[in-house]
Nanobody, 116 residues
């Protein structure tokens, strides 16, 4: 029903910023809850931030105050602004969409590496 493509990852020094984008193909974007997850090597995938179709946001405690999730429905794109990056933020970041009927769709992931 939808395909997700993440971009914007890269290598940045601690304290720096990145903006990740998640471009969605297909119809219905405005009705999907969108989320950003991350997975570090050897660790479980964890929810970083989520935004509902109505704009309600959630952030993991580890990123609260540093990251901002947003969406532009006209562009079928979700974003994650990562500020004040720390080495422990290093992970593959995945975009996710909750689509009908109670199915979660994943992008391919984009690598974020934060050097000390």
């Amino acid at each position: 029903q939808v395909q997700l493509v993440e971009s914007g990852g890269g290598l940045v020094q601690a304290g720096g910023s990145l903006r990740l984008s998640c471009a969605a193909s297909g119809s219905g974007f405005g009705s999907y809850a969108m989320g950003w997850y991350r997975q570090a090597p050897g660790k479980q995938r964890e929810l970083v931030a989520d935004i509902t179709s109505s704009g309600r946001t959630y952030y993991a405690d580890s990123v609260k105050g540093r990251f901002t999730i947003s969406r532009d429905n006209a562009k079928n794109t979700a974003y994650l602004q990562l500020n004040s990056l720390k080495p422990e933020d290093t992970a593959v970041y995945y975009c996710s969409a909750m689509v009908p009927f109670s199915q979660r769709i994943w992008g391919q992931g984009t690598q974020v590496t934060v050097s000390p």
